[in-house]
């Protein structure tokens, strides 16, 4: 595996984990917007721009954050 690779699979991974610990704290809705943004970027990396353009629940999440904090 190729670290683009690795990195696509850390970011994904994470936005699994702190969406499920979403509801413990405002802290992992912040992470969890943070992962899709890097999510997004894998996207962007690999190549596959309609991938990283999706990834608009940075926003959505990072609003949610914002109203819940």
């Known amino acids: 595996m ?3 690779t690795v990195f696509g ?3 994904v991974s994470a ?7 979403e509801a413990r704290a405002a ?4 992470a ?3 992962a899709c943004l ?6 962007f990396l690999q ?11 940075t926003g959505v999440a990072f609003r949610r954050w914002l109203a819940r904090r």
Do not use: I, T
């Open 32 to 34: 969890f917007a943070a």
């Open 2 to 4: 190729d670290m683009l």
């Open 47 to 57: 190549g596959a721009w309609p991938f990283g353009v999706v990834e608009v629940r």
């Open 15 to 21: 936005m699994l984990v702190f969406y499920a610990l």
């Open 38 to 43: 890097a999510s997004a970027e894998y996207g």
């Open 27 to 30: 802290g992992y809705v912040l």
């Open 9 to 11: 699979a850390l970011a």
